[in-house]
């Protein structure tokens, strides 16, 4: 469980990090798939968890990730606006 813990802050750290290079559209998609996996891999290992507000949180990581696949398709971008970095960031949080 340390383990899932520890990818887990990674991954949310590299997402919200301005102090390291802009990730690609793709890279934060990639990403938050891997962070929606901790997240059900953590349910199944402590399978008393069952909050509503993980389920919740992980509903909106996929469409958050929807979102960006959709804007990077019809707008051909390498990287996400600062508006849409910030409701990233208030996502995790």
């Known amino acids: ?3 899932i813990l520890v990818q887990v802050e990674q991954r ?5 990090s ?14 938050i798939t891997e962070l929606i996996s901790f ?3 953590t349910q199944i290992t402590c399978s008393s968890i069952q909050s509503s507000l993980i ?3 992980e509903r909106e ?3 958050f990730a ?3 696949i959709r804007k990077s398709h019809n707008e051909h971008l390498e990287q996400i606006s600062i ?3 910030e409701q990233l960031t208030r996502l995790l949080y």
Do not use: G, T
Request: without cysteine; charged residues 25%; proline residues 3%.
């Open 1 to 3: 469980m340390n383990l």
């Open 12 to 16: 949310f750290n590299r997402l919200v």
């Open 18 to 31: 301005f102090h390291q290079p802009a990730l690609s559209i793709s890279e934060q998609i990639k990403i």
């Open 39 to 41: 997240i059900k891999n």
């Open 55 to 57: 389920s919740d949180k």
């Open 61 to 63: 990581l996929k469409q």
């Open 66 to 68: 929807d979102q960006l």
């Open 83 to 85: 508006e849409m970095h």
